[in-house]
């Protein structure tokens, strides 16, 4: 099984602050990586695909790199809205999908 | 736009088998290359990927459940459905149906609590 090590686990920074977020994977995955915004009391919200393309729609502060084993998710200038917990998720062994713990991101 | 909804019992008896369905709009089940999917999330934890079909019925299931899952499509009423049985408190979650093409969840139903209890 493939495991996916997100940190930190919970992360709080200020509006306007630059924001990453890492993921870690126990095995080279190529860039089979998703990244997923979550509100709460909200389902998951696909964000970046293939670790760094972004998702029709989202806003370009949103960002994403890494290839192989490790992997990065930034945002570049916080904003209030974006207070959520972010998951990462492969799919390199599908048809097995795997998530991160999460990391929960608020308002300092 | 496609569009997933969730529906079944809020409340299930531990050892009883849990049934869920998800009813698509917007779009045919039957249609593109989507794969549907169901997954959970005890309250305050993560997310755990149960399983998937695909519109011909081929099924996919992780391996740490597949003994108790089954997943199941009805394309005349572009539905598909979770069974999950011998629950015990440990099941007792958020269940999400999401869509995608091959290694991403693209659309999420929002979701449904399932409590397990006596």
Redesign the interface.
């Known amino acids: 099984d493939i495991q996916m090590t997100q940190s930190p686990s919970s992360l709080s920074a200020s509006v306007g602050d630059r924001v990453t977020i890492t993921c870690q994977a126990s095995q080279d995955i190529s860039n089979?990586l998703?990244w997923?915004q979550q509100k709460p009391g909200?389902?998951?919200?696909?964000l970046i695909?293939?670790a760094s393309n972004l998702?029709t729609g989202v806003p370009s502060r949103f960002s994403g790199s890494g290839s192989g084993t490790d992997f990065t998710f930034t945002i570049s200038s916080l904003q209030p809205e974006d207070i959520a917990t972010y998951?990462c998720?492969q799919?390199d062994n599908?048809?097995?999908?795997?998530?991160?713990?999460?990391t929960k991101l608020e308002i300092k | 736009q496609v569009q997933l909804q969730e529906s079944g019992p809020g409340l299930v008896k531990p050892s009883q088998t849990l049934s869920l369905t998800c009813t698509v709009s917007g779009g045919s089940i039957s249609s593109g290359s989507y794969y549907w999917s169901w997954i959970r999330q005890p309250a305050g934890k993560g997310l755990e990927w149960i399983g998937r079909i695909y519109t011909s019925g081929s099924t996919n299931y992780n391996p740490s459940l597949k003994s108790r899952v089954t997943i199941s499509v009805d394309t005349s009423k572009n539905q598909f459905s979770l069974k999950l049985s011998s629950v015990t408190a440990a099941d007792t979650a958020v269940y999400y149906c999401a869509s995608g093409v091959a290694g991403s969840f693209d659309y999420w139903g929002q979701g449904t609590l399932v409590t397990v209890s006596s």
Not at chain 1, 42 to 46: F, G, H, S, V, W
């Open positions: 089979y998703n997923y909200k389902a998951p919200k696909l695909y293939d998702e998951y998720q799919y599908l048809p097995q999908y795997t998530f991160g713990q999460g």
